[in-house]
């Protein structure tokens, strides 16, 4: 199980090829644009649940991997908040 991190332009693609591939199933995303993140998980019909933030997420369920999506510019924040969690 895989939470997403960041719902911009490059999720779409990242979710479908979780999805083309077994034991790559996403059940949750975080993105700081809640309302579009929610409309793009929508409009793909995918259901993800949206949490607030990495932590969250990681300590609400068990998951194997974190799949950042987000501008380069984050990873360093997304990758330290994923791997003070516990990931």
Known sequence: QGILVG???RA???IDICQRNQGMEL???VDPLAEPGEQAV???NYHLTSFESITTAILA???DFSLDVTPSKFHEAVAMEAFGAGT
Do not use: D
Request: aromatic content about 6%.
């Open 12 to 14: 779409r693609s990242r």
């Open 7 to 9: 719902l911009g332009r």
């Open 27 to 29: 059940v949750g995303y």
């Open 42 to 44: 929508t409009n793909i």
């Open 61 to 63: 369920i068990e998951e």
